[in-house]
């Protein structure tokens, strides 16, 4: 029998969850929820139900797990703690102060209705954490290095499209690769904000907008541009829809480290990923530890746990003897 | 209490352990065995005893882990389940066609002996086959690549040693570049052997011996060189012990894969090692998985495990809070 995965949000994320979901022989779509009018909504997957959040509760007992694609900003800290009353449930919550709080809340819930939540899956947070994880296990003397991009920044996009006079807005973080060289020949530098990326802006004014002082507002902004080196290109409409339409992301995390008697070996750790869809990706993954939350409740674990507390074999549809056989 | 890790072997890798204990505050070093007369045997390790073999029974309960340091081919056959019926163990077994035996073999005793063995960990098998297992878990549709080196294959080497006129010599594994770079670019290519890898070997010959039969002798050598493009160099035996002494390696697991309703998406996951001392960083893996063995068996755990059946969280000295705030 396939493992029953049900789909919080219809955007991007969950569009992406549905492609993922076809990907894997062990899984089947069992319904998709929405917050708008069911009817206005239409999947890709023939015979699959798009339901309304109001009659979730009656899905309590036709869903193995429960795939959360809502934002982190309001969604998730109030949905992925409610449905893990329902449900076993999987988020890719990324705000990274609030973690141990969206944990806690999550973990009772939970653990109360006797069920996993996994939170903050995905790449970062999630696969990029993983690999810092094991790589300071491993390195204990050493340095992290995290760069991303080349990449769609959507909250640096978003911060560009509420100043006055842009009509639309595409930005790209790009990492120094001259840093990224420094970084892996192990010379351990010491780098600024600015050193480690640039930024590159694609901007679509609206008619009689003041291109001079729409680049001076998005080069000084602060927190967002003022600390990195930013191009701004202006180009048309078209050109935004047929150059820049993509969700491309990716980016490295390396770590590099000593060991020996007196610290004489030096040794770097690269993990990287270069992505043509952020979201398809980030469903991607979600999808693999759905596969693992089921696995582990099955097995009667509950409560909230994070891709550090996931052992890698409940993320496969393979047992352990083929796992053992084909990939150790 | 710290956690008491004992040393069976103390050649390159034992040595390794010794140092990658040195690094970690929570761990110690108990004891170092060896089957030579514990008498010529000086470890680094202030206050810490050599111990015959023999004595090893009379360790039981002041050891928490054991880390076998011998070879695949006969000790850790024997030793790794012989072990396990007295202590936590963990070896770096990497006899791949012999892993299901030697699963079954290590489960068997430290299931009857209630701990945990935990086997073929260290780089590869270990931290490739772990990202190997990740990426095909994230990307069923796809295709898997590990190129090895640039780095000395101790196999090789000792295989041109063989050979009638060498009386020393380095084999060193070099990836080729241009099908790294097809395989990152996403093109899927299928490589032949030879197409992978090229081997550089360094060869003092004995006085008066024939540098053209040799050279001859290693290039067409089955298995070994005679897939490969093979260079061979004639060097001193004052250049070798100068320029050749160090045991470098390291490598790159790539996946490629595709996602969208259409695989329309296509993305690329690498992780590379670049290793200034293969046994000090198999070592460091080693006494990560100890720590992790410790763990487990202290929550009741029993039986033999992969890289794969353990949680990351177990392989650190950080609590699961800290690893949340911290590397999250």
Same mark, same amino acid.
């Given at each position: 029998m396939s493992i029953r995965i049900g789909i919080m949000g219809y955007g991007n994320l969950g569009r992406g969850i549905e492609c *993922? @979901? =076809?990907?894997?022989?062990? /899984?089947?779509? !069992?319904a998709v929820f929405t917050r708008?009018?069911? %009817?206005t909504v239409s999947v890709m997957t023939e015979g699959v139900s798009v339901c309304s959040v109001n009659d979730i509760e009656s899905w309590k007992d036709k869903i193995? @797990? /429960?795939? /959360?694609?809502?934002? %982190? *900003?309001?969604?998730? $800290?109030?949905?992925? $703690?409610?449905? !893990?009353?329902l449900f076993n449930v999987i988020d890719s919550f990324d705000t990274h102060a609030r973690i141990p709080e969206h944990f806690a809340n999550v973990d009772a819930a939970a653990k109360e209705s006797g069920h996993i939540g996994i939170i903050s899956v995905g790449w970062d947070?999630?696969?990029f954490s993983l690999n810092r994880m094991y790589a300071n296990a491993i390195l204990p003397d050493g340095k992290d290095y995290t760069f991303w991009g080349k990449g769609v920044s959507q909250g640096h996009s978003d911060a560009i499209r509420r100043i006055e006079g842009v009509k639309n807005a595409k930005q790209y973080t790009i990492p120094v690769d001259s840093a990224l060289e420094q970084v892996r020949a192990g010379k351990n530098p010491e780098?600024?904000?600015?050193? =480690?990326h640039t930024r590159e802006c694609f901007v679509?004014?609206?008619?009689? !907008?003041d291109a *001079?002082? @729409?680049?001076?507002?998005? =080069?000084?902004?602060?927190n967002y541009f003022a600390d990195y080196d930013t191009t701004v290109h202006f180009i048309s409409e078209e050109e935004l829809l047929r150059d820049h339409s993509g969700i491309p992301h990716g980016g490295f995390v390396i770590r590099t480290g =000593?060991?020996?008697w007196n610290g004489e070996n030096n040794h770097v750790i690269e993990y990287s990923l270069k992505l043509d869809s952020n979201p398809e990706f980030t469903s991607s993954v979600l999808v693999a530890y759905a596969r693992a939350a089921y696995k582990m409740s099955k097995e009667g674990q509950t409560g909230c746990k994070t891709v550090f507390d996931v052992a890698p074999a409940y993320l496969s549809a393979l047992d352990g003897a083929e796992l053992r056989k084909n990939l150790l």
């Open positions: *993922a @979901v =076809k990907q894997n022989d062990d /899984l089947e779509l !069992a708008r009018e069911p %009817s193995d @797990v /429960l795939i /959360l694609c809502g934002g %982190s *900003a309001t969604d998730l $800290p109030e949905q992925t $703690p409610k449905y !893990a009353k947070p999630g696969m780098l600024t904000t600015r050193q =480690k679509v004014l609206e008619d009689g !907008a *001079a002082k @729409v680049e001076e507002e998005i =080069k000084t902004m602060p =000593k060991t020996g």
